[in-house]
């Protein structure tokens, strides 16, 4: 009994989030902000974009958030749904930008970038999808004259490592092998993301230097992709596709503004369990997680 | 101000649902059936499967439930998520019989089967994919042989409309056409559908004789695709891939058992309006899809 | 064994090809032009391509030809088969203006676009792949402002009928209904084609204003969609994706310089009778049915 | 010229195929059958379906065949491109046998299987799409039983390594990587083949205990992926999908008996010069590589 209590408590207290900077909103909300946490906003005008920098600097700070501490930038490109291509352009120059600034920063970087996910499921298929569209160049590398080699450039490669329900094996095991293997200057990680709130669909881009923890993201990689398990610098890139079902009727439940009675918990509790492995979109998803893929892949193609 | 408090109430109040089933629960649990509203259930022990007849008989019953007159048959088949081939085989003859209980009873069937649907949105290509897998034969009619034709048997031709965003032509428009040109003995249109339980994704069949009406399906065809706009019987076959997100939260709401106050229904309601097109499922829907529309293919099939 | 021998005439005189073009240059190359048969060149520099114009405008002219009267344009695009944007815009725009030229020239226009083909087959997919990207307009013309309904301009829907092996209808019957329904000034008609020669592979577009004749397309559509059977002007656009296989080995062995003899002949004559239904194509066919099918979309929804 | 001269001579002995039987058959044809090439014949009456074990015992037999010394077992399954699924059952059982005879004989065998190809490529999608059927376990083992992991049973998992030009890393690489570090017990490879003759499209599976050689494959996977390069078996699976082009033409020219004229000569060198990268396949190609697809996963599944 005491026990289900806890339970309930516990699934009214999980809003889950990929985002850091839902999770510092929902600080911010509680007036709970940490020591440790910043964070820095820039309007770009220009774009009709934010950038949002939140900077997780103590281990108090990382546990608050149940984020890895490290950087996180997040562009809002609330108009990024929509069909203008030109649009579209102009955030995958600022996502290139980005990326680049979390880069290290040697004359020529050697980057892999590895798409998590699976294809075969539209709420996770970013990844793969954007693998599709890179101008990977590292198998041609033989063939370019010495003196281009020379100025600073990017070589590309990428890989696919498929889900572990797909493959019987960890993705982190997929991703440690290859990357030992090429020895690249860095690792970038491509995933669909759950927000907490619908208008972050489609219209928010994360840029991390902390990889991707486990749990996170749509297909919910159990094991780390990180600088540490990597070797090498790990950059993760996503977009949020769904938002968690749960974390919707919970978010209703409490705009109620108090605490609901027992009985009512008890019910409540019982729909949020139900809601597990539940996700809210729309129908749009195809269409978007299509088109989103080439946002993607150009800020990428755009590094070199 | 009364005018959004009105909006609210009706925010609250509708529980969007396709499946006649659902509708008088939701009555029943009002206390509140119709007169002309008569339910008949019957339990396939063998199948693991329950069989339940909606009949609604009066116009007081279509109202209250929201659902043109007619016969509305659910098959509840609770391990259709799974993956056993042998189930699926059972539950496609359930349906078959279901479907041919419904068919004009003539020796010899002209059968025209309409995939409604978006095939490039995956909550809303099950018609269009269970088209695919059809053992059309209207065409090769001519080369069969004089005594075949002599016993009762089904000719089948299949037709997938498209959406009216993507063709420009209302789908009912498309569908009328065709029906004119082919002249059949009966159509048969396949859908996806909205549930109000998340239980029932993937789990339950509707078959109607009320065709399709306007607002209904994941994919809101406007126009009545039915008996009197085709001038001939039309049977309706559909599986709930989604269930609408309000309705989710709505349901959720209600549990805590008293009406909120103004300032948390004012919340809640805006809470609803940003759901409106987005609807919850799971990771499994393009799977689910998949292994459904041979499902339905089979069952069709079966009518030869 | 006369007939054998006819037959084998028959197999290596039959050089199968959809595009005028290639027809009229075998009769060149046989000092066979007949009267009525009339070609124009203009060459396109700043664009890259050359446009032909074949009118056939004699009976003995069709016969030869083994194509209806009417006019053929062919707009050959070397670099079509590669990947610069810039290029295919060029290209889109070219074909743009031919299709605007064989439009009634009215004020404005209602085009019925007809995507022949079946998209599960990779080498006849151009035409329903092309439609998806199609900005169709038709069913948002009442929210249209009236001063814009004045001006001259082209009212888009479109439809993918399939393939009567999947329909069980044939496709000229599920075109001649839609279009008798819509009424539209004009049909557009979208189709893979086969080629004599691989150079002309993804790199020649030809339009015509004879519609489709049967046996011709990847598809083999045995009724004519044409003026005639639908009574409005009808375009065809088509790009060969195929050499049909046989072609190519008669041209090969024809290359030779003489007859073989009656043994070679026998064998070669099974040969290509085993060669029937096969085709030649690349790897790169999935890849060009994709950028192609941009190339197209963007030339119609450039007639607006 | 002589080097010409040469290159023509070149480009008309070589018969490209990846089935060790047809090469036996080649030079059978030419009464060349060297020392070390030992074929074996066996009818499977219930099965409809032949199948031959061609060993490659000597340098020199190697070296006549094209192919790595070693053992290719070949099933010929006359109605594989058929829809009969039973016959398909059938194939898998037989398929599965020989796949476990060419396996070592352990009690417990950890299988990688690899699935060659390129899935947005039709003609070289067999491999990939097998992989998307496989009943991989190698992660749910340590929820197994201690009794059954003591009992002979197979440990599956699976990868899909992609293309070099879509990934920038040889394929050999990245199989050797996870090899590595998986350090299964035998590597199981599975291609899209070209075959020499029309008649073996879809119908023939060869098994072999060589791995894929360089250049083999309608993908043309450039660095051997082998027992050499792995360090552990590799037995390689593959169907033809595919016809060389210039092999159709060379032999519907050596069909004529003759050694053509000089001049006749270079026109047909140049035909087959500009047939290199040329396939000749048929429209079925998209569906029978889904079908076979399946035939091929339910042959490894059946390994456990």
Known sequence: ??????????????????LALEAGERLQDDNAVPQGLRVETLQCEDADAVITRVHV???EAARRMKKPMGTYITIEAPTL????????????????????????????????V???????????????????????NRHILPFYKEEMKKKP????????PGVMAKTGIETAQVVQSITRSLEPDAVLVLDSLAAR???????TIQISNTGIAPGSGVGNHRNAIDSQTLGVPVIAVGIPMVVDAATIVRDALNDGGRHPGE????KAAACLEELQNMYV???EIDEMTERLSFTLSEAINGLM
């Open 1 to 18: 009994m005491d026990r289900q209590k806890n339970k309930n408590r516990i699934l009214f207290a999980e809003a889950r989030t990929d």
């Open 153 to 160: 450039f990017t070589v590309l490669s990428a890989i696919e």
């Open 57 to 59: 600097e103590s281990g």
């Open 114 to 136: 590895v798409g998590l996910g699976n294809r075969a499921v539209t709420a996770d298929a970013l990844g793969p999808k954007t693998i599709d569209h890179l101008a990977v």
């Open 281 to 283: 979109t729309t129908k």
């Open 81 to 112: 749904a929509g069909e203008d291509e030109g649009y579209h352009q102009t955030v995958s120059g600022l996502l290139s930008r980005q990326i680049r600034e979390l880069l290290p920063g040697a004359e020529r970087t050697e980057l892999l």
């Open 263 to 266: 009985g009512a918990e008890r």
């Open 197 to 203: 709130s619908i208008h972050r669909l489609y219209t």
